[in-house]
């Protein structure tokens, strides 16, 4: 069985998203516009992701309309998207909708990841759920030299230094990368 990792870009106070679910924060800052490739989980066999990252990638990307651009960014990774709506899928992608908390779709998750990992990539309250069930495995942050006044935070629960340990801190380019192991902790009820 696969790892669970939850890798994600976050503002220096901790924020996922701005207040409108945009991460064109992230993308103001300078670089090459293509992430380093070393910044990105390895043997990933599974994407999930809340909706309002779902959406935010299909407008920015324009994946509606230029679907090709899916497979540039997911290739043929199943994706499993946490909602309660109805939502358009790219032509081609493999996009899967579920409803209900990660605790009851955490079987489906790994039979569907199968030895490969999962990668959560947003937001904070779906990380939240997977920390709750010490379902996650590894927290990777790139921590960008941006700031936002509000918006969608990292991690809304509260987690102790006892649960993270970790295992590497780097610089690349105008950002540190951070990556944690995740102990287990006390099963959230």
């Known amino acids: 069985m696969g790892q669970i990792i939850f890798d994600a870009a976050v503002t220096l106070n901790g924020y996922l998203a701005d207040v409108n679910h945009s991460l064109q924060w992230l993308f103001d800052v300078p670089g090459d516009g293509d992430p380093d490739p070393t910044l990105l989980p390895d043997d990933v066999s599974l994407h999930v992701e809340g909706a309002n990252t779902y959406l935010w990638i299909l ?11 899916w497979q540039r960014l997911y290739g043929d990774i199943p994706t499993y998207v946490f909602t309660n709506r109805q939502l358009p899928i790219p032509a081609g992608a493999d996009v899967r909708f579920v409803r209900g908390e990660v605790a009851e779709l955490l079987p489906e998750l790994r039979e569907a990841a199968a030895e490969g990992n999962i990668w959560v990539l947003g937001g904070g309250e779906l990380l939240g759920q997977f920390l709750d069930i010490n379902a996650l495995d590894r927290f990777a942050l790139t921590i960008a030299p941006a700031a936002l006044s509000g918006g969608a935070p990292l991690l809304p629960r509260t987690i102790g230094s006892d649960r993270l340990e970790l295992s590497e801190a780097r610089q690349v380019g105008p950002f540190a990368r951070l990556i944690y192991r995740v102990k287990p902790g006390p099963v959230a009820t």
């Open 59 to 69: 407008e920015h990307e324009n994946l509606l309309a230029q679907p090709a651009r």
